[in-house]
């Protein structure tokens, strides 16, 4: 039997993989930071089934804290180690730089570092992101693993400085580290801060008459959405790959926050117009514009093909949330 540890299993990735490896007949170690509302911390893993499951274990720790990787580490002698722990919201990155910077940038170095010493065969997956493009993009409006980065947010230093790291050990140590670069990814597991979920929430509130009006920053920014769960699948697949390299995950198509306001609001007979508003408090310093990504090297090497449409996870979205 396969042992994985995923750091961040609270999260909405972290969710998806440990139902998608305990599909697979992993046993799945989970790290947890402490709360002070313990309950909130694994609503995602309650609602799925998976707290009572006796294939998920899951340990106090935090990757800001060597010495709690070290132990665990220890004790769970993991063959793959997916990180998705991270500060993973770009705009609270400028309200909290330094604790970005440490949960994202040296909290990957105290991973490395912890899984060189106690145990260096283990395959690393590091949850890359494409903030770390920032504005910079290739001629034809793509980005993929050859174009240059220039981030535009702490978060997407953090996620660079992590990047580069990977790739530091990978050649340095021969250690197996998969830098995942993945592009937004949204589900109905999403944080309600995020900009899918709050539209899809704030809609259904709208809807219900529970809500008159949504607050909303820049609606002109494009994204190139996908689903989570065909993400992790991603995930997986590059720890099984021969060799570790780097591999962007997209769907290859943008869409602006104004038309997923469109989209999110028609589902549910609304015009969008007549409840959206604009808060300076939800724009950014600086703003990655566009976004949009060619995953051609994932589709070709791995045959990773994405199983939702844009328009089907919304409507799944929506569906959930009413
Ligand atoms: O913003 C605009 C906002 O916060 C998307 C993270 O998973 O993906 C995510 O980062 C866009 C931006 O995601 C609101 O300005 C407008 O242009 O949903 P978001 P993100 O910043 O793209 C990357 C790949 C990651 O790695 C990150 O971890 O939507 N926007 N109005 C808004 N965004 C938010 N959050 N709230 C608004 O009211």
């Not at 790291?165 to 937004?184: D, Q, T």
């Not at 997209?250 to 969008?272: I, K, N, P, Q, T």
Request: net charge negative; glycine share 8%; charged share 25%.
């Amino acid at each position: 039997m396969k042992r994985a540890l995923i750091t961040g299993i609270s999260g909405q990735d972290g969710s998806y993989l440990a139902e998608l490896l305990i599909g697979k007949g992993y046993e799945v170690w989970g790290l947890l930071r402490r709360h002070s509302v313990p309950e909130n911390q694994t609503s995602r893993l309650e609602a799925i089934g998976l707290l009572s499951n006796p294939y998920l274990n899951l340990v106090y720790g935090d990757i800001t804290d060597l010495p709690s990787l070290l132990n665990i580490m220890g004790k769970v002698l993991p063959q793959e180690v997916y990180n998705l722990a991270a500060q993973s919201h770009v705009r609270i990155s400028f309200d909290q730089p330094a604790f970005t910077t440490n949960a994202d940038a040296v909290g990957v170095l105290n991973i490395l570092e912890a899984v060189r010493t106690i145990c260096p065969a283990a395959k690393i997956y590091q949850a890359g992101s494409s903030e770390m493009f920032g504005n910079e993009v290739d001629d034809d409006g793509y980005r993929r693993e050859s174009t240059s980065m220039r981030p535009v947010s702490p978060y997407g230093c953090a996620k660079l400085y992590a990047f580069n790291l990977c790739s530091v050990y990978r050649s340095s140590y021969g250690m197996f580290i998969a830098n995942g670069i993945l592009f937004n990814h949204e589900s109905p597991r999403r944080g309600l801060n995020f900009v899918t979920n709050k539209i899809v929430a704030g809609a259904v509130a709208i809807s219900k008459g529970e809500a008159s009006e949504l607050a909303l920053g820049n609606l002109e920014a494009t994204r190139d959405w996908g689903h989570a769960k065909d993400y992790v699948r991603a995930m997986w697949m590059m720890l099984q790959h021969e060799t570790p390299e780097d591999f962007v995950c997209a769907m290859g198509e943008s869409h602006s926050v104004r038309e997923l306001c469109e989209e999110v609001f028609s589902e549910l007979d609304l015009d969008y117009r007549d409840y959206v508003t604009q808060d300076r408090k939800y724009f950014r310093p600086t703003e990655l514009h566009d976004l949009k990504g060619d995953s051609s090297k994932l589709r070709k090497t791995l045959h990773w093909e994405p199983e939702y449409s844009f328009r089907g996870m919304v409507e799944e979205m929506v569906a959930a949330r009413l």
